[in-house]
T-cell receptor, first 118, second 111 residues
Framework: NAGVMQNPRHLVRRRGQEARLRCSPMKGHSHVYWYRQLPEEGLKFMVYLQKENIIDESGMPKERFSAEFPKEGPSILRIQQVVRGDSAAYFC????????????????FGAGTRLSVL | DAKTTQPNSMESNEEEPVHLPCNHSTISGTDYIHWYRQLPSQGPEYVIHGLTSNVNNRMASLAIAEDRKSSTLILHRATLRDAAVYYCILRPIQGAQKLVFGQGTRLTINP
């Protein structure tokens, strides 16, 4: 079983460019979560999506950031007009079921995408 | 979100047991206690979870105080590969599904 796949692992962008981060959840998982880890800081929740729906975006910055999880294909976290403060590790997690028996509510994380903004 | 308190860092020796404490004095009756860890340059990894009773799995044991206001993650025989940041997280059975990470405990294992 392949785990959560994130690509690219490393992404370099210049200020003002767009960054697209991709996340393929584990097979059979329909719930995706994005987290951000700024340098020397803890992990912060950004957004929770199910197929074609955003369930909780309480951690998303109000501007420039968007996320989607289409019916087919990976989840995408998009950052428009990147700034240096967006430099961070972005982690995606997936789970098979939310709100059900807790054993199935464990989140499985990818290795992350490390975004560097020059 | 219920808050947890953990020591910033701990150190132990290889092949010795490690006890990682977590205080959660404001825990509610429907909060589960989850532990995740993050190895260097990797994403977080689920370790164990419990509600009231002590729990064991192949990775670790979780000891939960009778009043549930604290818990301890036990690594029975630490290896160098256990060096990581360990996070204690409270998760309500209902409601928001996000994980709320604190600062965690950075565990160093000496050879």
């Amino acid at each position: 079983n392949a785990g959560v796949m994130q690509n690219p692992r490393h992404l370099v962008r210049r200020r003002g460019q767009e960054a697209r981060l991709r996340c393929s959840p584990m097979k059979g998982h329909s719930h995706v979560y994005w987290y951000r880890q700024l340098p020397e800081e803890g992990l912060k929740f950004m957004v929770y999506l199910q197929k074609e729906n955003i369930i909780d975006e309480s951690g998303m910055p109000k501007e420039r950031f968007s996320a989607e999880f289409p019916k087919e294909g990976p989840s995408i976290l998009r950052i428009q007009q990147v700034v240096r403060g967006d430099s961070a590790a972005y982690f995606c997690a997936s789970s098979p079921l939310a709100g059900g028996p807790l054993a199935k509510n464990i989140q499985y994380f990818g290795a992350g995408t490390r975004l560097s903004v020059l | 979100d219920a808050k947890t308190t953990q020591p910033n860092s701990m150190e132990s020796n290889e092949e010795e047991p490690v006890h990682l404490p977590c205080n959660h004095s404001t825990i509610s009756g429907t909060d589960y206690i989850h532990w995740y860890r993050q190895l260097p340059s990797q994403g977080p990894e689920y370790v164990i979870h419990g509600l009231t009773s002590n729990v064991n799995n192949r990775m670790a044991s979780l000891a939960i105080a009778e009043d549930r206001k604290s818990s301890t993650l036990i690594l029975h025989r630490a290896t160098l590969r256990d060096a990581a940041v360990y996070y204690c997280i409270l998760r309500p059975i209902q409601g928001a599904q996000k994980l709320v990470f604190g600062q965690g405990t950075r565990l160093t294992i000496n050879p």
